[in-house]
């Protein structure tokens, strides 16, 4: 054996053993790379030990490592039927035809550890020592090779099934099993002496075929980035590689033939070089063009297309708006004569957007009994009219198939109904939410495998958006809810407030309006106050005030009618007993939720400046900014209304009386406000009917 086919066998060992450690690092816990996995480590120990052995010193070790690599023989057809198995999902018949080829590796292994598969070693052949074979080895030969036959026919057909890049995933994989296997069965011959050049390296067109259906069609979910400058390189020099010993044999067999080369062929080769030069610049740019037009360019658009969707989406906050723009975006990206978005309302899904040349109407409702919803959201993957019309095919070559004829029929129809050449699902969060529907591209092409994983990403990452919008809307209208809400509550709270307020003031008829009419000044100097920086530390401070104004006489509920309705003055104890109403009044409110800082204000509207008051001698900004203005607004209506004890004063004497006391009873900031208000005649003496509380 040459040295080549020799150290083949080590080559194939490490590289064997390279690619699977490779896929199993990518994905620990998927059965499809560890399934691979274990197929490399018995490649890896059969090639390695064959080269051992073809390569050994004595026959004893020799001998060792035969028996070595005839049992991890054994186990490579039944690592490779398990890993096609992961990899197309099959269960069924299938799944326990391999569980008994394993059993059955499992007893060739250790009869491989006998005489009676490999019985002697033999060096007659080319290389010093090979294998005997034993009994048992025909048998052995059978079951291989009938092994590897079972898993041909789940590959082929699964390839008859698929579609789009899972399709080319399988061709690839269907011809380099058949360089492998052609690769084995060139190894038993041997053992029966019969001498045929064993092709047992050709294990390195198989992982070679593998590389690159792992790198172009993501075999196995594989994804590898492959350096530009490394695919520039190889196509580099292949290209003026050729091109050289074309030139350099052309010049032998030109010149002096085949037997030796001199000047002339030399100077072939620097012209043939120099012509390269050349063209490194042209080449340089045709290659990488090449190389980006293989691999990645469609890639990186996608990619782009991707960041560009979801930047989008999530700034989107309305479910209609996403809808549009989704349609816009991918009619715009892909340019198809139809892109629809159906989205799921209750039981069904309604066409909500429709764009391109062949739309449908908006509105068309599909319920979630019908077939084609039911499939898509059961099975949750991609559904092409290309593959419904090739499973109508198969049913009638096969009418066995669980898969009805009579469903197909009526997901093609509804497809059609749509205007659907692809239905893409979008979930989130294992509810689906909508359907993408897609016609045909303008070009004509069809849809690629890269195409539809990346759309399908792109209607999950939708889906997600949509239910954010959804949630986003929801929350509004439930803000709308609580605002709505609150108002009426406002407005009965304002009611039962005037209510009160009437009920205190129907109690002395001196008195009547007085709650409406103080409400009303308090609110005119707090318009004139506006730029207190004290006010904006209040949270709805106006709205609070309002309530204050009309609730700081509530205390009087608790006062006799005697003492409120009395003509002349009051004795000590009855005065004590009128100075209870802000206190009593505070009590009241205290225990209302929101209300403290109105019960403050109550309790403090009869306090003065320089703490001379009641109940608490508060002085200064001690009080309630709320409470000095009520002070000076209810002063001013007790002073221009007629009480039992005295007839009203002019409002001239009423605002000559509160100027004075600015600083000593009011505050001078609220006792400014009110003249800047009265001025503007904002303040003065009218009837007030208490609906006009409520504005």
Not at 122 to 143: D, I, K, M, N, R
Not at 474 to 499: K, N, P, V
Not at 672 to 684: D, E, H, P, V
């Amino acid at each position: 054996m040459t040295s080549f086919g020799t150290w083949g066998f080590f080559v194939t060992a490490f590289i064997s053993l390279g690619m699977g450690l490779f896929v199993y690092a990518k994905n620990r816990q998927g059965n499809i790379h560890q399934a691979w996995l274990r197929l490399s480590l018995a490649t890896f120990l059969w090639s390695l030990s064959t080269g051992l052995m073809v390569r050994a010193s004595s026959s004893l070790w020799a001998f060792g490592w035969a028996r070595i690599a005839q049992a991890a023989f054994s186990f490579i057809p039944a690592f490779f039927l398990q890993f096609n198995l992961a990899l197309l999902n099959v269960n069924g018949r299938y799944e326990k035809a391999g569980r008994w080829i394993l059993r059955l590796a499992c007893v060739f292994a250790v009869l491989g550890m006998t005489p009676l598969v490999v019985s002697d070693l033999q060096t007659e052949l080319p290389f010093q020592f090979y294998p005997v074979a034993g009994p048992f080895y025909g048998v052995f030969a059978s079951w291989f090779v009938g092994s590897f036959l079972v898993s041909f026919w789940v590959l082929l057909k699964a390839y008859r099934a698929k579609m789009g890049a899972k399709r080319n995933q399988l061709k690839y994989l269907i011809l380099a099993s058949i360089v492998g296997l052609g690769s084995f069965l060139t190894m038993f011959p041997l053992a029966f002496h019969i001498s045929i050049p064993p092709i047992g390296q050709g294990l390195l067109i198989f992982y070679a075929l593998v590389s690159y259906t792992i790198v172009r069609w993501r075999l196995m979910d594989v994804s590898i980035v492959v350096k530009n400058t490394l695919i520039y390189a190889s196509l580099y020099s292949i290209l003026v590689g050729f091109f050289v010993v074309v030139v350099v044999f052309f010049g032998q067999w030109f010149f002096y033939g085949p037997q030796a080369l001199d000047k002339r062929v030399l100077w072939m080769c620097l012209v043939a070089l120099s012509i390269v030069t050349g063209l490194v610049r042209p080449l340089d740019a045709w290659l990488t063009w090449l190389t980006d037009r293989i691999l990645f360019q469609q890639k990186f658009e996608w990619q782009q297309t991707l960041k560009q969707a979801s930047k989008g989406m999530t700034k989107v906050t309305s479910a209609d708006r996403l809808l549009k723009l989704m349609a816009h975006f991918i009619g715009m990206r892909v340019r198809v004569t139809h892109v629809g978005l159906l989205h799921r309302s209750s039981d069904y899904f309604t066409l909500k957007v429709s764009r391109g040349r062949d739309r449908r109407p908006v509105g068309i409702a599909v319920s979630r009994e019908n077939p084609l919803v039911s499939w898509l959201e059961e099975k949750k993957e991609v559904l092409t009219a290309d593959e419904v019309q090739y499973w109508l095919r198969s049913e009638k070559l096969f009418p066995h198939r669980t898969v009805l004829k009579r469903t197909l029929a009526e997901i093609k129809i509804e497809m059609e109904h749509l205007g659907a050449v692809v239905c893409i699902p979008a979930f989130s969060k294992s509810q689906m939410l909508g359907i993408l529907v897609l016609g045909e591209k303008l070009s004509g092409d069809p849809y690629s495998r890269e195409d539809l994983d990346v759309l399908s990403t792109l209607a999950n990452e939708g889906a997600i958006a949509l239910e954010n919008a959804n949630l986003y809307g929801e929350l509004y209208q439930r803000m709308h809810q609580i605002e709505d809400l609150y108002q009426r509550e406002h407005s009965l709270f304002i009611h039962t407030a005037i209510a009160l307020a009437a009920a205190v003031d129907a109690r002395d008829p001196y008195t009547h309006g007085h709650t409406e009419r103080c409400t009303q000044y308090a609110m005119t100097i707090s318009d004139e106050m506006e730029s207190q920086p004290e006010m904006s530390r209040i949270p709805r401070f106006k709205e609070m005030l309002k309530i204050a104004a009309l609730l700081h006489d509530i205390g009087k509920i608790g006062v006799p009618d005697e003492i409120l309705r009395k003509k002349g003055g009051l004795t000590p104890k009855e005065s004590k007993k009128m100075q209870e109403h802000p206190l009593v009044g505070a009590i009241i409110l205290q225990p209302i939720k929101g209300m403290e800082e109105v019960a403050k204000a109550v309790k403090a509207h009869q306090e003065q400046y320089d703490g001379k008051g009641y109940p608490d001698n508060l002085r200064g900004t001690e009080i309630p900014l709320m409470a000095r203005i009520i002070a000076v607004a209810d002063t001013f209506d007790a002073m221009t209304t007629d009480r039992p004890y005295r007839k009203h004063f002019p409002e001239s004497v009423a605002v000559k009386e509160i100027e004075t006391c600015s600083g000593t009873q009011f505050d001078p900031v609220v006792v400014q406000a009110f003249l800047r208000a009265y001025q503007k005649g904002r303040i003065t003496l009218r009837p007030v009917e208490a609906e006009s509380m409520l504005g």
